[in-house]
């Protein structure tokens, strides 16, 4: 008789064990489910509000080069034509709109980012870079502005009785002239939109010179070649050296320059350069192995960064770029002369150049028919 109630009782437990372990699973499987939902709500507004973030519709471009005649703008040859199609060397192009395209500053400051007390010392920005997202080829471009680019900035309050005036200047000084936080981003994403043919920025990033080590270590260390403005500067460093960056290390190789040597500020770009080609490829290997690195670490340096970027932003970006394509090849430097100015070097682009950057980069091949 006891070994029956016994063995009622054992399998009352069984059973309650059973009834235990699947109420666990179907509380975690619910879990998970909630989790990849809301990741998946987060993506998809991050997109939206991405897209609705433009500085612009589309570049504005000359729609046909000079050189077109006549003929090329007979309705019945091109019955396709459509507003905003640009010509160039004979061929027909259209903005790529599904291009996500980002602004990334990083800030002479040291420190925590504050409100300036005055309208002349936000600090500037010494590197400045357009990331582009390009879903159609699932390929990430990098474009590199030189810091010392001659164009129309806005000086805030430095007018006659602290009025705002414009004028020609580095462009690295727009950053300057702000409130330190978005003000100050703003002002310089205008202007770098203004001198690229008002192409349109989708959000922007700027990060004091303070956070590097935290960014720099959170990838585990980027590797770099050490080049011969650089040589030197860390105990150990030698021509030719490939060293792993850790620490502070990664400020002094994206922003030591000599001052006194002419195109310091260009020598140093190609480091940045260097230095970005190989962030990328660490950073996408750092994210294979936590999906979740971008929002920790953007955690983790917020209070030294200023973006218009949203989380739900960061996360749609952060699991959409891991399958993008990226290497050296894929960066595009600003071409033009650099000369001594009364002051300070003047970086003047060639813009012929730059609008066939542009459209390398922004643009698509358009079959008219012909």
């Known amino acids: ?34 989790v990849c939902i809301t990741a998946k709500v987060m993506i ?32 019945d ?40 007390k005055n309208a002349t010392s936000g600090g500037q920005s010494d590197a400045i870079f357009l990331l582009a ?5 699932r390929t990430l471009n990098i474009y590199a502005v030189d810091r010392n680019t001659m164009t129309e900035i806005n000086m805030v309050g430095a007018g006659p009785g602290g009025m705002d005036v414009t004028g020609e200047a580095q462009i690295a000084i727009q ?5 330190g936080k978005e003000g100050s981003c703003e002002l310089t994403r ?7 043919f008002d192409l349109p920025i989708h959000g922007y990033v700027s990060v004091n010179y303070s956070a590097i080590p935290t960014i720099n270590d959170k990838v585990g260390g980027v ?46 770009l190609y480091r940045q350069k260097e230095y970005l080609t190989n962030f990328v490829v660490a950073a996408k290997s750092a994210m294979k192995q936590d999906m979740t690195m971008p929002v920790k670490l953007y955690n983790d340096i917020k209070s030294y960064v200023v973006t218009d970027m949203s989380v739900d932003e960061i ?26 100015g009364e002051e300070f070097e003047e970086f003047y682009p060639d813009m012929d150049k730059v609008k066939a950057q542009i459209i390398e980069i922004f643009y698509e091949k358009v079959d008219m028919g012909e």
């Open 1 to 34: 008789m006891r070994d029956t109630k016994r063995q009622v009782v054992r399998s009352y437990r069984r059973r309650q064990i059973a009834k235990l372990i699947i109420w666990v699973a179907a509380i975690i499987l619910i879990f998970v489910l909630a």
């Open 77 to 116: 040859a091109e019955p396709e034509w459509q507003e905003g199609y640009i010509r160039y060397n004979g061929e027909v192009y259209a903005y790529n709109e599904d291009i996500l395209t980002f602004l990334i500053m990083g800030i002479d400051k040291k420190g925590e980012v504050k409100t300036n």
């Open 315 to 340: 996360a749609y970006l952060g699991t959409e770029l891991m399958s993008y394509s990226f290497n050296a090849d894929n960066i595009s430097t600003m071409p033009g002369e650099t000369i001594m």
């Open 223 to 268: 590797e770099v070649p050490v080049t011969e403005d650089i040589a030197g500067q860390v105990s150990g460093w030698s021509v030719g050296d490939t060293v792993t960056l850790k620490g502070k290390e990664a400020i002094t190789y994206v922003k030591w320059r000599d001052t006194s040597s002419f195109e310091s500020a260009r020598m140093r």
């Open 190 to 196: 205008d202007a770098v939109s203004r001198l690229l």
């Open 133 to 137: 997202a390009n879903p159609h080829n």
């Open 44 to 75: 998809n507004s991050g997109y939206r509000n991405l897209r609705q973030n433009a500085t612009s519709t589309v570049p504005t471009m000359t729609e046909i080069e000079e050189s077109t005649t006549d003929a090329d703008m007979d309705e």
């Open 175 to 179: 950053h300057g002239f702000g409130d």
